[in-house]
């Protein structure tokens, strides 16, 4: 299995490399005259016990790979330079990350691994080596890595007197998700304060339900009605804000307005949950004229929003979101373009487009829903055929523009960043039915995100939202309590955000395309030349988190 073993100078003696293709292998042990190498059954991280001074690695035609990673001797760490990037392994001696290069994936102006443990002192070190996960193509095109490190001192071996060596591909799984250090690692990463453990195949939604206080499942009809206050002063006042203030002003307004009108939203969503009242009917009426506002038909909404529930992040049956499928993105050059900008620049508004393709064809609804779907529907289109004309005839085209569009876009900003934020990123999952597990789902699979208070209080705190998927009978207003009880018991498995640039950067620039192995994989990876819109966010964003 390891062929074309090469040798250059006294310093160098043996080269050790390692393509890892993610399949499951339960022991590799490799022995030379004073080197051994050994991984354990968990595949998680290897031990090197190396006497040499340099590392340097050859390339084997034709191999691909997941992840790599490569041997620390004496101290230096090699590098593979990848079509995309450049991949190293992390040392770790006694402990303690090593110095100098360590490990992850080198930039273009970093091409020297250098770090390790060697000492002065000591030229013979154990180093325990983390496997960094990498995606990359192996090809011809001589060595990688030039350089090493002596002591205190770097060194370079010329090319010609350096011997090369094949990869040698071992079956190893890469770094696992359970590791607390690796999920310290991605939350840095994607923008995260915690990316939780994988709970359990044994625990069971009903499990974490019943860990929750009775309390937060009792409806409080004053609370109910305080929300409606709020929501229908806050709106009142942004829309005396518009009035008053100056056009350079008017975006603020427009924000506030956009944000107040949400939590209009928020009601009506409680009473599509049966969580606002004990009375079903004013359930109904009020869900309703909350959602007229934004020309949103109540019930056709409810009834797809009770299977976004029942089937989350399940592919091909959550009815909020789903990432887009590789047959679809390459079927056509124009949709391939609009979902590019659909899921990268105007994801924020993408909501529009679930708004109006779902909720008005009544060929989407089952028999003995369509009535009730048919009276939504007329209230909305009576709203528009009364609403819109008084607003125009009042205040002008300019009017509508300002006090109901302009609005009505902010609200769908929120829709869809709530949306997205609570159900979208890197390390969360969407799976076939048969692999669905509804724990997992709901409490692994939903984030909660903190954002700044004024907008928690008019959106009535619909961003604290693990809770509400354990549980849709919890009304807003007890939320919060559910989510600390949440903390209490089961916070080791929660993921949560606070909302950051980093955080908005990851999901409008890697979360794109289906792949069963990575979750992900984003549109300048599968159509480069035509992810133009990609590539420049990930330019201009800020990546602050």
């Not at 340099?54 to 490569?70: H, I, K, L, R, T």
């Not at 105007?346 to 393709?357: G, T």
């Not at 205040?395 to 159900?423: A, D, E, N, Q, R």
């Amino acid at each position: 299995m390891l062929g074309n073993i090469g040798y250059s100078g006294s310093f160098l003696s043996i080269v050790v490399a390692i393509a890892v293709f993610g399949i499951r292998h339960d022991c590799f042990l490799f022995h030379s005259n004073n080197s051994r190498v050994e991984y354990n059954n968990s595949g998680q991280h290897g031990r090197a016990e190396e006497r040499n001074h340099g590392v340097v690695v050859g390339e084997e035609p034709e191999q691909s790979a997941d992840s790599a990673v490569v041997f620390v001797h004496g101290g230096a760490t090699a590098a593979a330079r990848t079509e995309k990037r450049m991949c190293s392994a992390a040392a770790v001696c006694r402990g303690r990350r090593s110095g100098g290069g360590g490990g992850g994936c080198f930039t273009k102006e970093n091409e020297e691994g250098g770090g390790g443990c060697f000492t002065k002192e000591n030229e013979e070190r154990f180093c325990f080596v983390f496997l960094i996960p990498c995606s990359f193509n192996l090809k011809g095109g001589g060595l990688i890595h030039k350089g090493f490190v002596y002591r205190s001192q770097r060194q370079f071996i010329p090319r010609s007197k350096v011997g090369v060596i094949r990869a040698v591909a071992i079956p190893l799984e890469p770094a696992p998700v359970e590791s607390a250090e690796y999920r310290k690692e991605l939350a840095e990463r994607y923008g995260f304060n915690q990316i939780g453990e994988p709970l359990p195949d044994t625990v069971t939604l009903k499990d974490v339900i019943t860990s929750l206080p009775k309390k937060v499942f009792e409806i409080d009809d004053v609370k109910a009605w305080k929300t409606v206050l709020i929501s229908a002063t806050s709106y009142a006042l942004g829309l005396l804000m518009i009035s008053k203030a100056p056009w350079y002003l008017l975006p603020l307004a427009w924000a506030w307005t956009g944000t107040a009108v949400t939590g209009f939203f928020v009601i009506g969503h409680d009473c599509a949950h049966k969580s606002f009242s004990t009375n079903k009917l004013v359930e109904d009426i009020v869900g309703t004229l909350a959602f007229l506002p934004l020309i949103y038909p109540y019930e056709p909404w409810r009834f797809k929003h009770d299977k976004h529930h029942a089937k989350t992040n399940m592919l091909k049956e959550d009815t909020a979101w789903q990432p887009v499928w590789k047959d679809e993105f390459e079927s056509n050059p124009l949709l391939r373009k609009a979902i590019i900008n659909g899921y990268g620049p105007l994801r924020c508004w993408m909501s529009i487009a679930h708004w109006l393709v779902v909720h008005f064809d009544l060929t989407k609804f089952r028999p003995n829903e369509v009535k009730r779907v048919k009276i939504s529907l007329a209230c909305v289109f009576a709203f528009i055929a009364i609403g819109w004309p008084l607003i125009i005839y009042k205040t002008g085209i300019m009017g509508w523009i300002k006090f109901w569009l302009m609005p009505w876009l902010g609200y769908h900003f929120w829709m869809s960043t709530f949306t997205m934020v609570h159900h979208t990123a890197p390390h969360i999952p969407f799976k076939y039915s048969e692999e669905w597990n509804a724990a997992q789902a709901q409490l692994n699979g939903t984030v909660h995100c903190a954002y700044p208070q004024w907008i928690e209080i008019l959106c009535h705190d619909i961003n604290v939202h693990i809770p509400h998927h354990i549980s849709p009978k919890i009304p807003s207003y007890n939320l919060r309590a559910a989510h600390k009880s949440l903390q209490e018991n089961w916070g080791k498995y929660l993921n949560e955000a606070s909302w950051n640039w980093r955080l908005m950067k990851t999901i409008l620039t890697v979360c794109h395309v289906y792949d069963k192995e990575q979750n992900y994989v984003s549109f300048d990876e599968v159509a480069p030349e035509e992810s133009g819109s990609i590539k420049f966010l990930k330019k201009v964003m800020p990546d602050y988190a």
